[in-house]
């Protein structure tokens, strides 16, 4: 009763992945600042963000169904701190079970249809038009996101993390075998996150906010913390699916690894936002399903080659 | 760059016209020439198709103060070097011959005229304020 | 899919300065759109009427918070041109340097835009970086960054020393290399290229029926320039290649811009070098005799024209401004048809809209 508290409120759990999310925003938008000349923000600056976004009045457009708009972040919120308890970090898997790869794929799917629904309630013709945009963003990238990860579990043989992690544990890190692999899932990691240069359905200067436009207040606050959640998890996902080789190792070892791997991946994001220019959303699922699509395809069947 | 000679463009204006005109030389080498309003339309046609003059700068419109009846229309052409058609107007009914449907360039050049100084383009539709607020109801500013 | 109405402004992410369109779509599919301008208006033209000339060149400085030198350039050179006197050249060159660095930062500032509004906010915070540096040479010359009050009536304000011309030098050398490394960057982006090329395209037919203007007018292959078809001082001793482009694309009007700024960095070396020594001003008369003129100019958006007639007395009878953005802005409906929704910004940025200009 007790460590399951602990395990749901302070690591894995809620305050451990807050912390790692406001962490994260702070260095993505430090790198990104210093990517461009500019100094960045404080250590505190997300902190203060989120608590002044708490602390203002939360205001909805007329004809906007408020109690939706209230549940949309809320689930999107529970989705991912669920999906955070099965994804193993530096190696630590309390809840481990065969198939917990999907569970964690499909949870993290759910923000982005909340996120879609957010710009439907919300009335506004920018969040519509934002909604519509994720929507079709979606269908984009998750199926090569989904095909390039489902690479590491063919390759070990179970749709569990933790043996995927065992596995590279005595084969190598599986980032060696699926380079292509890997690029496709930080793709499509981008795309799932809708940061730049994937940032279609809420591209500023065409359709301002997308579906949050209308948001404010503990909406939007929450909205932001799902959004940071989920960018960890996901870079915690594919560190575990591509880099995860420390299973074996020393404990501390492991950690200091991870820290590495995950500030390496960070970088990469980053960088990513920095130097690409948005795509239209029609080139974008012209990318989607003419390149990234077959090249995943390929990179499945190499995987399955190898296999035999 | 289209470059026409004044004295040739003169001369065709003359034909259209079929009658003298005003010039007020101007001190670059420009020239002002002043035609009847209802031949505006013919004059500009007339200088699409021979010359290919298209380079409309700009429409102004003006009161001189020492005749306060009448509203000067300009439309200042660029042939190579600068060149205005001038239509005087009656200050009480100033109606002039659109231009935007055979050289569209002019059209928020009409609408400005229109505005300040309430002169009338015949065969337009309804104009929309364009500088303007949409509750304006004071009259043309320049008038 | 149902046709629904998007308003972009009064306010909007995209607008940097206050102008409303309402643009029909369908999907993502562009079917068309209105614009409404005014909100800037303050009557510029109205209001010049009741001031004498010597205010008018503060008074006009306002029309444009980007391009204000070449307005009181103008206006200078058509009451210069009524009253008949010589302006020093000196001077003619002072001005002309102004006005090309003034069109080096407008380029970068417009290169900056477009790169934001495809989502490349790293080089639109490099670009804006960069243009800092034009904007120090004219800090440290006439002591403001944006409004110079550098003119006056016969002359400019102030001189340059030797110090200030080498360090003027020196800070173009500089900005030339960093501006010739983020051009590489963005002809070699493939994205910005994907963005641009072949997004609205105009014909040389269509630009010369809209009477379009500058650099738009030039991606389309209309050659026009009023810097060298129809110069005023000092550009008639100068000698400098107009660039053009046969496609017409957002992305030629890029290119274009971006050509514009390296060959109007080696311009500013020309005109540093042949400028000569003498005085920067003449006494001018309050009174203007009676007449009227016709300038024009090449302001960074192309050409900006002025009419101005005096009645004898201190005060201007009429003086129109026509600025470059406004037959422009009137093609923006017209390009506003099937395109993307994703292409409309670029669309609105390729024209480089000044609205406070265009507004007046």
New interface residues.
Partial sequence: MISGLFYLLLFPGLLFQVICSLFFEWLDRKLLARFQRRVGPPWFQPLADLIKLFSKEDLLPEGANDLVATLLPLISLSAVLTAGLYIPIAGFTPFSFEGDLIVILFLMSVPTLAYYLAGVVSVGVYSILGGSRSLLQFFSYEVPLLIALSGPAIMSGSWSVEQIMISQGSMGPFILFQPVGFVLAVVGLIGKLKRDPLDIPKAKSEVVGGPLTEFTGAKMGLWHLVMNIQAVLGIFLLTNLYLGWTKTFNPLVAVVVFIIEFLVLVVILSGASAIYARLRIDQLAGLGWRILVPLSLLQIGFVILMGI | ?VMIDQKTLQKEINNVIDSDFEIYP???G?H?ICIPSVQLKNVIVMMMDKF?C?????I?A?I??ENQDVIEV?Y?F?I???F?LMIKLPKHAPKLAEITSI???????EREVAE?FGVEFIGREEI??????DDWDQGP??I | MNKISIPIGPQHPLLKEPLTMNIDISGERVLGGTLRLGYVHRGIERLAQQKTYVQNVHLIERICGICSHVHTTTFCHAVETLLGIDVPIRAQYIRALMCELERVHSHLLWLGIIAKHVGLDTIFMHTWHDRELALDIMEEVSGGRVSHAANQIGGVRFDLSQEQEAMIRKTVNDLSDKANTLMDVIENEPVLQARTKGVAPLSAETIKNYCVVGPVARASGVDVDMRRDHPPPPYDRLTFNVITRQDGDAWARTVVRAEETRETLKLCHTILDEMPDGPVSVRAPRKVPEGEVVVRSEAPRGELLYYLRSDGSENPARLKVRTPTLPALNLIPKQLSAIHVADIPVVMAGVDLCIACADR
């Fill in positions: 760059m101007g001190i670059q420009d002002t290919d298209r380079h409309l700068s700009g102004t003006q001189r103060s300009l200042h660029w190579g070097s600068s205005s050289l569209p360039g002019a059209d928020f050049y300040m929309p304020p364009l500088l303007l607020p500013p320049f």
